[in-house]
Each structure stands twice: as structure tokens, then as C-alpha cells.
């Protein structure tokens, strides 16, 4: 069974620093897609950012990057310039194409001033 | 606007009272599903409906039943809620799971928090 497992429950970061959040993932699926969602204390999920499996290239918007590792079945995401607006909950997640969506336990994130 | 609208944003209620959370996209849509979101968990998917008239449970189905008699509604059906209910639920949908260009990104509804005394 696919799993998804984030092993930071909280972190901090100061303000214009760098943070990267770790998430690792186990599957036998050769194709999948794998995503980080933000939940700022609205509740709203919001995507941050998708990384299609089969492309090489790490996905990158703006600020957020990730490293993807295949082989590692690694997924980490690295958030630089933090800025208080990216205190949230970040939650890793997976999905093969299958119809099931599996997310990590989350990280609570917290930018300080 | 395309969004997910589920309702009620908060309930209150008590053991064994029935209660229907709705779920409503104006996106055309195939693919809704449904969320449980706990302390220490994250999220885990209760249903999923793949299109009209076509169901199926996640991995946390007891409990809860689903429908899908048209493309942009998916309600949460509690038909006698219990205590270990009381959570955080999502509804959220895609264009479809698989394929590339974002079709299956998740658009999510802004939840819905129910208590159960």
C-alpha cells in the first residue's frame, strides 16, 4: 500500500531565511504525482506546488521548489525568502492516477518575525 | 468564480441524529471525494465518486454514505452520527486523477467542522 510520511510535525523559520520540509512516500507505481498543499489557519487547502513523476526537472513556483528523488522516493520542499504569510500547515500528498489521494500527517510551519 | 461550496461551515449535533453535509462544484468536474482531516493524521479520503452514478470508498468508508446523482454535487451522508465523528471534513474535486497539465489537482472546499456530542 502506498504511503505518505511527513516525519516534521513543526518547524520555524525566521523571516527571508530558507526552510525545507521533508516528505518521503513509498510506492510500486511507476507513474504517479505528488503535490504539497498549504493550510494557512483559514482551513483553506491551497496547492503550493505538483511534480509529475516521469519529468526529471524539480517543479518550481516562485519561492517553493521542491527535490525530487526518485530512487529515494524523496519529495522535499524548500520554501526561500519565508515571509509571514507562510506560517501554515504543509501537507505532502500523493496520487498514482488511481482515484485515491494519500496525504502525510502535515507540518506546521511557523515564520517568526 | 470556480469553487467547491460545502455546507454547513459548522455543526453541532448528537448522537444518532442524521446529517447530510453538501458538496457542490461549477466546474464540470468528474472526480470529487471526500476528506476527514484529525490532529496528528492529516487527511484521509472517506469516499470518491469518479462521475455520476459511480462510487467508491477510501480508508476511512464507516460510517458515511455518499451519492453522486449529478456531476457538480456529492453530499456526506452521517446516517447516525457517533462522537469518533466529530472532525474537519473536506470535500474536493479534480478534473480527473490522472494525465498531465494539472487535471488532477485538487480545487478543495473551505470545510466544514462538525461536532458530535
Given at each position: 500500500?502506498?504511503?505518505?510520511?511527513?516525519?516534521?510535525?513543526?518547524?520555524?523559520?525566521?523571516?527571508?531565511?530558507?526552510?525545507?520540509?521533508?516528505?518521503?512516500?513509498?510506492?510500486?507505481?511507476?507513474?504517479?504525482?505528488?503535490?504539497?498543499?498549504?493550510?494557512?489557519?483559514?482551513?483553506?487547502?491551497?496547492?503550493?506546488?505538483?511534480?509529475?513523476?516521469?519529468?526529471?526537472?524539480?517543479?518550481?513556483?516562485?519561492?517553493?521548489?521542491?527535490?525530487?528523488?526518485?530512487?529515494?522516493?524523496?519529495?522535499?520542499?524548500?520554501?526561500?525568502?519565508?515571509?509571514?504569510?507562510?506560517?501554515?500547515?504543509?501537507?505532502?500528498?500523493?496520487?498514482?492516477?488511481?482515484?485515491?489521494?494519500?496525504?502525510?500527517?502535515?507540518?506546521?510551519?511557523?515564520?517568526?518575525? | 468564480?470556480?469553487?467547491?461550496?460545502?455546507?454547513?461551515?459548522?455543526?453541532?449535533?448528537?448522537?444518532?441524529?442524521?446529517?447530510?453535509?453538501?458538496?457542490?462544484?461549477?466546474?464540470?468536474?468528474?472526480?470529487?471525494?471526500?476528506?476527514?482531516?484529525?490532529?496528528?493524521?492529516?487527511?484521509?479520503?472517506?469516499?470518491?465518486?469518479?462521475?455520476?452514478?459511480?462510487?467508491?470508498?477510501?480508508?476511512?468508508?464507516?460510517?458515511?454514505?455518499?451519492?453522486?446523482?449529478?456531476?457538480?454535487?456529492?453530499?456526506?451522508?452521517?446516517?447516525?452520527?457517533?462522537?469518533?465523528?466529530?472532525?474537519?471534513?473536506?470535500?474536493?474535486?479534480?478534473?480527473?486523477?490522472?494525465?498531465?497539465?494539472?487535471?488532477?489537482?485538487?480545487?478543495?472546499g473551505a470545510g466544514s467542522r462538525l461536532t458530535v456530542l
Amino acid at each position: 500500500a502506498q504511503t505518505v510520511t511527513q516525519s516534521q510535525p513543526e518547524m520555524s523559520v525566521q523571516e527571508a531565511e530558507t526552510v525545507t520540509l521533508s516528505c518521503t512516500y513509498d510506492t510500486s507505481e511507476s507513474n504517479y504525482y505528488l503535490f504539497w498543499y498549504k493550510q494557512p489557519p483559514s482551513r483553506q487547502m491551497i496547492l503550493v506546488i505538483r511534480q509529475e513523476a516521469y519529468k526529471q526537472q524539480n517543479a518550481t513556483e516562485n519561492r517553493f521548489s521542491v527535490n525530487f528523488q526518485k530512487a529515494a522516493k524523496s519529495f522535499s520542499l524548500k520554501i526561500s525568502d519565508s515571509q509571514l504569510g507562510d506560517t501554515a500547515m504543509y501537507f505532502c500528498a500523493y496520487t498514482s492516477g488511481t482515484y485515491k489521494y494519500i496525504f502525510g500527517t502535515g507540518t506546521r510551519l511557523k515564520v517568526l518575525a | 468564480e470556480a469553487q467547491v461550496t460545502q455546507n454547513p461551515r459548522y455543526l453541532i449535533t448528537v448522537t444518532g441524529k442524521k446529517l447530510t453535509v453538501t458538496c457542490s462544484q461549477n466546474m464540470n468536474h468528474e472526480y470529487m471525494s471526500w476528506y476527514r482531516q484529525d490532529p496528528g493524521l492529516g487527511l484521509r479520503q472517506i469516499y470518491y465518486s469518479m462521475n455520476v452514478e459511480v462510487t467508491d470508498k477510501g480508508d476511512v468508508p464507516e460510517g458515511y454514505k455518499v451519492s453522486r446523482k449529478e456531476k457538480r454535487n456529492f453530499p456526506l451522508i452521517l446516517e447516525s452520527p457517533s462522537p469518533n465523528q466529530t472532525s474537519l471534513y473536506f470535500c474536493a474535486s479534480s478534473l480527473y486523477t490522472g494525465g498531465s497539465g494539472g487535471a488532477n489537482v485538487l480545487t478543495f472546499g473551505a470545510g466544514s467542522r462538525l461536532t458530535v456530542l
